[in-house]
């Protein structure tokens, strides 16, 4: 990771490497908010690097460790989505994905299962989320927009 602060009056840190979430624009909130949730649990377990270290505050409590990025959140139809996956697939980046089916199961075994049953051109995606090289993501994400 190449992390370059912009000057040492500025805390702002530049990365090499970007964090995207990409939502449908059709959720719920309450929607968003738990595919959001599930899809950066998938990345900070398997990919390492984006975890820093754990925080404690004046009093030495301790508290658990979160991403050492910020994470980018975009949003697009369900074609944007399916683009942005068979790029995100063509790139060989990590990835974590959500499908409509997870919101009618209630574990983790199921959401699996439900994963596993469908083929990959039929998955009806809800969110991804990717990590890689910042260009890379750029290109994954095309044609997404910010979430509001």
């Known amino acids: 990771m190449n992390e370059q602060p ?8 530049r990365f090499d490497t970007k964090i995207a979430v990409l939502l449908r624009d059709d959720l719920e909130t309450w929607q968003r908010l738990n595919v959001t949730a599930f899809l950066v649990s998938g990345l900070g377990s398997q990919v390492p690097e984006v975890v820093g270290a754990p925080y404690e505050d004046a009093d030495g409590v301790g508290y658990l460790p979160m991403f050492r990025q910020p994470v980018m959140v975009f949003e697009g139809s369900k ?8 790029r995100a697939l063509t790139r060989a980046l990590p990835r974590a994905l959500f499908t409509a089916d997870l919101f009618a199961t209630g574990n983790d075994h199921d959401n699996r299962a439900a994963v596993r049953a469908v083929p990959t051109a039929e998955l009806d ?23 509001p």
């Open 6 to 13: 912009l000057s040492a009056d500025a805390p702002v840190t």
């Open 79 to 86: 074609e944007t989505l399916c683009a942005a996956h068979t």
């Open 125 to 147: 995606l809800v969110g991804l989320a990717v990590y890689g090289p910042k260009n890379g993501v750029d290109k994954v994400v095309k044609g997404a927009r910010m979430h």
